[in-house]
């Protein structure tokens, strides 16, 4: 078997039980949600990019939990969506800028989707090696 990349590793992390309600910030083209999915029985996952063509090409990929009303994927973006009453006992976003360039400010958005109890994991890009020794 493929040793794990990136984001199997990162799924992984997030110990993900069947019943969670997941909620990913930035999917892209969808590839954790097929990974999240897999791991869900009972539980929901949802989606939300602001781009229309990365939402189409995530529901795309993951058709068949959509259909089996497993996973949604919806055009939003994170500053300003609305969920409704929405919480979820999960919610991750890999490499989404804001959370790199405002932790503070994404976390706050992200907060008021928390169940109780309720987790926030985020990945961000490593900066490029000249950027890390002007910091250092
Ligand atoms: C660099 S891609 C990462 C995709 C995937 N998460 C991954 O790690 O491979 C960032 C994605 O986040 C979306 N995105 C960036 N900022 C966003 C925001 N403020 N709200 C919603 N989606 C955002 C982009 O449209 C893009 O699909």
Redesign the pocket.
């Known amino acids: 078997m493929a040793a794990p990349g990136r984001?199997e590793r990162f799924i992984e992390a997030m110990g993900i039980g069947p019943g969670d309600r997941v909620l990913e910030?930035?999917?892209?083209h969808g590839?954790?949600a097929t990974l999240v999915c897999r791991l869900l029985d009972g539980g929901h996952y949802l989606a939300?990019?602001?781009?229309p063509k990365?939402i189409e090409a995530a529901a795309k990929r993951n058709a068949d939990s959509v259909r089996a009303g497993h996973a949604g994927f919806l055009v939003?973006?994170?500053?300003s969506v609305d969920l409704g009453a929405r919480r979820f006992d999960k919610v991750f976003a890999?490499?989404?800028?804001?959370f790199e360039d405002e932790p503070e400010r994404a976390r706050a958005l992200v907060e008021r989707w928390l169940a109780p109890g309720g987790q926030l994991f985020v990945e961000y890009d490593a900066p490029p090696p000249r950027e890390r020794s002007k910091q250092s």
């Not at 910030?25 to 892209?28: A, D, L, Q, V």
């Not at 890999?94 to 804001?98: A, Y």
Request: glycine content about 14%.
């Open positions: 984001i910030i930035g999917c892209g590839v954790a939300v990019d602001r781009s990365m939003g973006e994170l500053e890999m490499r989404v800028r804001l």
